[in-house]
């Protein structure tokens, strides 16, 4: 069944047969654990005797190697032999309500659906009903592509958001009595994960009356307080992964012989794990900058000349130490701010009018212009304080703690400023990623 005006539909979504090891089943999503080859060696031993969806991705940290071509071919077979010998059994069509457990939460609930490609647009002003939240680096997409373009199934961990609030879509559908489909332990610290079918009228009929809601453009503008197109989804992991499936369907469409027909192709629509925003397992953490190779006065310097050019109004106070620095920011009531450890020195900086919603947004345009016009220094994301605070204490070095982004003006933030800077937030830790598990037919 399709949704069109919610961009979605009721997949026939693939899962292993009965009998089938789940534990070795399900990775994690291959983009974490970039610079542990370890990982992925003791994950392809464990999983070396068993169907697993590690046969059916190629982990990043193996992009540079020279067998990249044989490694995707391998993928491909492998995915063909599963359709093939009945490892995979397409489910009857209908979502799947997921509970997952991590080491930092007994719950976070999600929703496996399709969403609509035609619905989608990663480009800077998009007003789709699908938006991506940070910027789409265009040169992330081309080995995402080679990997998908000759795949017959998708497997995601894509990850999109939705803002309820009251939770109408998502939670109620825990009442339901839905039938269990799996229930097991992840690998590698990645917690437990339950699934559930739903595919009764009486469960979809209210969440499709609940996304309706939502979408609904004159509670829409209410909400936020904007007069423009609606927004429902908006990326949380997995954008780059989500915009090669935008890819690929562009492409299909430029070289389908019957435009009608191929409208109904499987690959006009992507698997992914709908969340809402305000589940409360679902935390937002601050990704923090370090600055090597500068001149502290010399920074602070092009910080002030910046903003002011832009009548921003930038101030800096040093302070003694980081819970000075923090006191001076819990006082301040106007514009922004964010805590600063300049070679050693701790400090505050405020901007009494931003032209950006958020304090992370301000800060990485300055720093976007600073590094171009300063090839030397280089910059790293940080997650977690400790880390910034060796490095900043550095000489030469410049740390940023930046604040955690607030979920009540996160949908407003992206329909007022567009997408946020790239690095701006993360979903948790690596372990806490979604999993491959669920597949679905797009040839």
Same mark, same amino acid.
């Given at each position: ?101 991590? =080491? ?104 499709? =009356?609940?996304?309706?809601?939502? =979408? ?144 992370? =947004? ?82």
């Amino acid at each position: 069944m399709n949704y069109p005006a919610l961009g979605l539909q009721t997949p026939k979504i693939l899962l292993p047969k009965e009998g089938i090891d789940m534990h070795r089943w399900a990775v994690i999503a291959c983009d974490q654990y970039t610079s542990d080859e370890d990982y992925w060696q003791r994950l392809a031993t464990e999983t070396a005797n068993s169907p697993s969806t590690l046969k059916l991705i190629f982990p990043e940290v193996y992009l540079e190697s020279p067998d990249t071509d044989a490694r995707i071919a391998s993928i491909n077979q492998t995915m063909n032999e599963y359709l093939a010998d009945g490892t995979l059994v397409e489910q009857p069509a209908g979502f799947i309500l997921v509970d997952r457990k991590t =080491a930092a939460t007994e719950s976070r609930k999600g929703l496996m659906v399709a969403l609509d490609l035609e619905h989608y647009d990663y480009n800077k002003g998009a007003s789709s009903l699908i938006r991506a939240t940070e910027g789409t680096i265009l040169d992330r997409l081309p080995p995402r592509i080679k990997v998908r373009n000759n795949a017959p199934i998708e497997l995601p961990h894509i990850m999109v958001l939705i803002d309820d609030p009251e939770k109408t879509v998502i939670e109620p559908l825990f009442d339901s009595n839905p039938e269990p489909l799996y229930d097991f332990e992840l690998q590698a610290g990645g917690g437990h994960i339950k699934g559930y079918r739903i595919d009764r009228p009486q469960q979809i009929d209210p969440l499709i =009356a609940a996304l309706g809601e939502l =979408a609904d453009p004159q509670n829409y503008q209410k909400r936020y307080q904007v007069n423009s197109e609606v927004m429902l989804y908006a990326m949380g992991d997995g954008n780059h992964s989500f915009a090669t499936a935008k890819a690929i369907w562009e492409q299909l469409k430029q070289e389908a012989d019957d435009p009608q027909a191929i409208m109904n192709h499987p690959a006009r629509f992507a698997l992914v794990e709908l969340v809402n925003l305000h589940d409360p397992g679902l935390e937002f953490e601050a990704i923090h900058r370090v600055l090597f190779n500068i001149n502290p006065a010399h920074l602070l310097q092009e910080m002030e000349s910046w903003f002011t050019a832009r009548n921003e109004q930038f101030s800096y106070t040093p302070c003694e130490t980081l819970d000075a620095a923090r006191s001076l920011a819990s006082r301040q009531t106007e514009g922004q701010g964010f805590c600063t450890l300049l070679a050693g020195r701790y400090g505050y900086c405020q901007i009494k009018s931003p032209r950006l919603t958020l304090d992370v =947004a301000s800060l990485q345009a300055f720093l976007d212009h600073y590094l171009a016009e300063q090839p030397t220094t280089k910059i790293d994301y940080i997650h977690g304080e400790e880390a910034v605070t060796t490095l900043g204490a550095q000489a030469n070095n410049a740390g940023f703690y930046l604040p955690s982004i607030s979920k009540d003006n996160f949908f407003r933030t992206i329909i007022v400023d567009g997408a946020l800077p790239r690095k701006t937030f993360s979903m948790g830790e690596a372990d806490e990623k979604r999993f491959y598990l669920e597949c679905r037919k797009i040839k």
